[in-house]
């Protein structure tokens, strides 16, 4: 199945409470893990603590063997910097291509549904999936497909495996002894962690940097990307002064009227634009999230009693890029049409936003968080442009200086 056209609907690991260790976890043995707080280090420390990045990416690399390390499979040696290599999501793919890897991608999820619409927007980027094998777009696939491939490092999990490919730990032992190690790390949001250390989006480029001994890449992304988010928070109005914002799936399944709220401050790269625009501290629905879950179910009823007044969809960007759905038809239609749900403020004020990919990695979650900050902040930031690119002068961050890095000329 692919993973990424459910829209999201809430399955039973949601109902788990993160944190919660599962048996499977004793089976991995590990290296120390971090946090989400996005301050991992990778690499050579120096005494401040940071990855040293004063030898360029685009020199020669190291060729001695070196040691890469990622919860929750533990640590591999690595002789040469991996050639080959197969992804799962498009997340760590984002990711890839960020730190300059894409023409060692062989294969991923599903390459043809990947959003290579961002990607178009940076000058002198050219992103292909047209010869990246997909290995779930017609089902699960057969093992013997890692035999067929035959890369260098499968930058997957090992819970993701055994998940989406249905494999037993057995024959994950088995492919790393005849084909290449699993090295890789859910990192969407709290889901197959199983109480393993989590991994914030920078902390799992820096895990995947330290893999092609592109650290100067990673650090070069999580500078840009810091020096966005405070340009754009400087300007936020005080708390006070900001709308109210929900952060919900509603109207897809079952009778089309129930309301999946999620919590904005679930850890992962789902909701890493949510957090670091500070929506948590205008969100209406703060507090009432169950310990046992990361969302609210509730009715048309429950969002009116709330009555916030911008809206951002869940995986809507998905929804947008989807040819056989309709963002205005298909979610906005129901709700403008709805008795009850239709006087919610942010409805009625026409203040529904799509937001945000299933996955994203470094180039995408700048994009995210531009829609984001221009669907909160439209008179600040200007209007919201779905897909399309905003004019120059409202663009909020530096497309050439992206595409320089994922270039290596920085």
Known sequence: MNDDSRFDEPTRR?????????????????????????????????????????????????????????????????DAVPEKFMVYHQGPVDMVIALGQLDGLVASAFPSTFPTAYFDQLPGVSVDMEDVTALSEDGTPDKEVFYELDVDMHLIGHHPAMEYFELEETDIAELEENVAPFHGSWMRRPDYTDGHPYYGLYEGLDKYAAVFQSQARGEAFRSLHDELVADLTSQFPPVEDRPTVAYLNTNYWGDGKTVYVRDPTVPGYQTKPLRDLEIPEHDPF???????????????????????????????????????????????????????????????????????????????????????????????????????APAEENQLFDRQRVADIINGDF
């Open 14 to 78: 949601d109902y788990l409470t993160y944190g919660a260790a599962a048996a499977v976890g004793s089976l991995f043995a590990g290296c120390a893990g971090q946090s989400d707080s996005e301050t991992t280090q990778t690499g050579t420390p120096t005494e401040s603590g940071t990855p040293s990045t004063t030898e360029a990416d685009t020199a020669e690399p190291d060729t001695s063997s070196y040691e890469v390390c990622m919860e929750p499979n533990g640590c591999h040696t690595l």
């Open 286 to 388: 703060a507090g009432q999230y169950p310990a046992e879950s990361n969302f609210i179910q509730g009715d048309y009823e429950l969002l009116l009693e709330v009555d916030p007044e911008v809206i951002v969809y869940h995986a809507g960007m998905n929804v947008l890029r989807d040819p056989e759905k309709s963002f205005e038809n298909d979610i906005l239609g129901p709700l403008r049409d709805d008795p009850v749900a239709s006087e919610v403020t942010a409805i009625s004020d026409e203040r529904v936003y799509p937001y945000h990919e299933f996955e994203q990695g470094p180039v995408m979650n700048l994009f995210n968080t531009e829609l984001l900050a221009k669907a909160l902040y439209p008179e600040t930031f200007g209007e919201p442009t779905g897909m399309e």
